[in-house]
């Protein structure tokens, strides 16, 4: 089973930025692509961005002009830059792998994203 580690996350004031990172092992991070989650507490994971091997990313609406999913393949990391961040931007976020069928079962234990005053 392959491992996830993720980084960065922190607390910050409204209109910051972070930068979160995840450090995939190889077995994982040779699947097509890589994406962020997040989940706020009792509720499902959500699918914030995802990037392909060639680069290609998608973002939910709400991400789109603020985040901005990139990856190392030669690090096997993946990357969120979260520029004017707002309290809505508060969660646990994951990265994982996923394909057509949805994210792998395991998960790392994700990095807190804290926005407030």
């Known amino acids: 089973q392959g491992q996830l580690v993720e980084s960065g996350g922190g607390l910050v004031q409204p209109g910051g930025s972070l930068r979160l990172s995840c450090l995939a092992s190889?077995?994982?991070?040779?699947?097509?692509?890589m994406g962020w989650y997040r989940q706020a507490p009792g509720k499902q994971r959500d699918l914030v961005a995802y990037i392909a091997t060639n680069g290609t990313t998608n973002y939910v609406d709400s991400a789109k002009g603020r985040f901005t999913i990139s990856r190392d393949n030669a690090k096997n990391t993946v990357y969120l830059q979260k520029n004017g961040l707002s309290p809505e931007d508060t969660d646990v976020y994951y990265c994982?792998?996923?394909?057509?069928?949805?994210?792998?079962?395991?998960w790392g234990q994700g990095t807190q994203v804290t926005v407030s005053m």
């Open positions: 994982n792998a996923l394909d057509d069928y949805g994210p792998l079962d395991s």
């Open positions: 190889e077995s994982i991070f040779t699947f097509y692509y």
